[in-house]
């Protein structure tokens, strides 16, 4: 059989074909060398290990991990042979390997969206109160949805929770969630809260919450949001641009919700005080009651010694009014003819008189009148 | 067709307690008011605490796919 004589273009297509058909995508990893990004667009370097090396192409925005010279990285792309016979990895997805990695990446996007303000404690927002619609992004098969869910429902109820059933771990799954913090915030009726949770796992699970375009995704959110990830010691980045974070799915729940219990011993609190407060009027009420015969009665007494002691100074005026009191002085009454005689004009010699005095009444004659000097 | 009335958020009837407690902080209150706000507290309390031991949180998992192709 003759072979076809092919054009260099038709060769380089068919190669292309071929790998397409053979490795629709690869998942390669290996070290990071000759990093650089071109035009502010272009992101090219090299994939290599102890015996090869393999050029790497990718598009700025696809990104989401900072990267370095000696990164180890896991790498999502397509093989491809360039118009210029190069043989090159077109990649879509860059996950940081092992902790060292991991960390340096950490660090590097972390000082770059620090300095955008991304983690301004001024952008955060308050949670609501007791929300009552709130929209969860989580893995359901993960331990974290579980711990999640049974907190919640330990602590209270009246909650609806929508949840979006996302890969947490793994490459693609910090686009899933992106796209499930896209799709609550365009609802018509927007969740309260957002919350993202996931349990803990190795370093390089959690990576998947250092992912640049989720962090900003998560800043960008007009839900506020809760995220859970990990353990306690675990820190992302998600958590850090978070509205608030929490240090475990389990605390999620408890910051999200008060404790049933909690409130009903303040309700018994409340009801307590109500008692007090109606105790309190009751014996107001009960003083008042008791003490007004006590203050009737020294009214009334007083009243009676006032009256008494006027009595008295009447009899005393009244007993010095008496004649028989002025008689018993030794003073007397002189009447002629009933009449008591008060002056010298009254009488005429002869006359006859009738003088009382306090125990005796004497009759005698007038001898002699005359006017006192 | 009457549409039947929802029934009060707890939030709600936590805000309503609280009133009712306030309202025994003014002075010069009536003891035949007192009687009937400290029923009406009581009865209001007992009804959350019910609520708060029976209610129950709703889960629903949307139907929506988010592993969109790269």
């Known amino acids: 059989m003759e072979l076809p004589i092919l054009s260099v273009s038709q060769l380089i297509a068919v190669v292309n074909q071929t790998l397409e058909f053979a490795y629709p995508s690869v998942i390669v990893e290996g070290e990071v060398a000759s990093f650089k990004v071109s035009k502010g667009k272009f992101v090219f370097f090299d994939l290599k290990d102890d015996e090869g090396v393999v050029n790497c192409f990718m598009m700025v925005y696809q990104l989401r991990h900072a990267l370095e010279d000696g990164m180890r990285i896991k790498i999502i792309a397509q093989p491809r042979l360039t118009p210029w016979g190069r043989f090159s990895l077109t990649v879509r997805e860059v996950m940081p390997v092992g902790e060292g990695t991991i960390k340096r990446a950490f660090e590097l996007l972390r000082q770059k969206l620090n300095k955008e303000g991304l983690f301004d404690p001024a952008r955060k927002r308050m949670l609501p109160h007791v929300p009552q619609r709130i929209g969860l992004i989580a893995s359901v098969e993960s331990a974290g949805y579980a711990d999640f869910l049974k907190i919640l429902d330990a602590r209270w109820g009246d909650v609806l929770v929508e949840v979006a059933d996302v890969q947490v771990q793994g490459m693609g799954a910090a686009s899933q969630i992106i796209i499930a913090i896209e799709h609550f915030n365009q609802m018509a009726e927007l969740p309260e809260v957002l919350v993202i949770v996931r349990g803990g796992g190795s370093a390089e699970d959690l990576a998947v919450f250092n992912d640049e375009a989720l962090v900003r995704a998560i800043a960008a959110s007009r839900v506020p949001t809760l995220v859970g990830v990990g353990h306690e010691v675990d820190t992302s980045l998600a958590d850090m641009a978070a509205d608030v974070r929490a240090a475990t799915p389990s605390n999620a729940a408890q910051l999200l919700v008060p404790d049933r219990h909690a409130v009903t011993r303040e309700l018994d609190q409340r009801e307590q005080r109500l008692y007090q407060r109606l105790y309190h009027q009751l014996e107001t009420v009960q003083r008042l009651l008791r003490n007004t015969p006590e203050i009737m009665l020294a009214r009334l007494e007083s009243a009676v010694v006032e009256h008494k002691r006027r009595i008295h100074h009447a009899q005393q005026l009244l007993k010095q009014l008496d004649p028989s009191v002025v008689l018993r002085r030794g003073y007397a009454l002189v009447y002629l003819n009933n009449k008591l005689i008060k002056k010298a004009n009254d009488v005429k010699t002869g006359d006859l008189l009738t003088i009382t005095l306090a125990r005796a009444i004497l009759k005698a004659e007038v001898t002699h009148v005359s006017t006192k000097k | ?70």
């Open chain 2, 1 to 70: 067709m009457s549409v039947p009335k929802s029934k009060p958020k707890l939030q709600e009837q936590l805000a309503e307690l609280d009133e009712l407690l306030a309202w025994f902080d003014q002075p010069d209150i009536d003891l035949d008011q007192a009687l009937k706000k400290f029923d009406e507290g009581v009865a209001l309390a007992e009804t959350i605490k019910k609520r708060l031991v029976t209610f129950e949180n709703k889960v629903t998992i949307l139907k929506q796919r988010f592993d969109r192709p790269a």
